[in-house]
């Protein structure tokens, strides 16, 4: 497990990733993969740039990290995101087998565990709140303005 300043560390990188997912007009959510201690993998929000609804900032991140290691499982990997993983990223990184998801903001509306907490793998750590302010204002203000 790693340290509370090693986690700020790589939610800050998360949290880049969601800026540049704010600079396309997408739903500011990023996301990093690490593999001992190393980033693997990056991803942000595409929806509209991709116009895939499924192009979330872990689905990005999951891909570019199977592709990195070579393989379908992230048993030995942390995925840091600013936003609590929905219910299809949640489920896609019980089939990724991530070790720990590390996540900013919880999504009381959307978020994997308003529905189903079970949908991790069952060896999956989880944390949340790291960074929680900051992720959850860039998202409010990204919907304060598009309103």
């Known amino acids: 497990m790693l340290s509370k300043n ?3 560390q790589f939610m800050r990188e998360a949290y880049k990733e969601a800026l ?9 959510v990023g996301a990093v993969i690490v593999s001992n201690g ?4 990056r991803g942000h929000n595409l929806t509209e740039t991709l116009n895939d ?41 019980m089939w990724m087998q991530i070790g720990e998801i590390v996540f900013g903001a919880s999504d009381p509306k959307r978020g994997y565990s308003t529905l189903n907490a079970s949908l991790l793998h069952p060896k999956t750590k989880i944390k949340g709140g790291v960074m929680a302010d900051e992720c959850s204002a860039l998202i409010t203000d990204f919907f304060k303005k598009k309103r």
């Open 6 to 8: 090693t986690d700020l």
């Open 53 to 93: 609804a499924t192009a979330h900032a872990e689905m990005q991140a999951f891909t570019a990290a199977a592709n990195f290691i070579g393989g379908k499982y992230l048993n030995d990997c942390t995925l840091y995101v600013t936003l609590e993983p929905c219910p299809m990223c949640a489920a896609a990184s």
């Open 20 to 28: 540049k997912a704010l600079q396309r007009d997408e739903v500011p």
């Open 38 to 41: 190393k980033i693997i993998a």
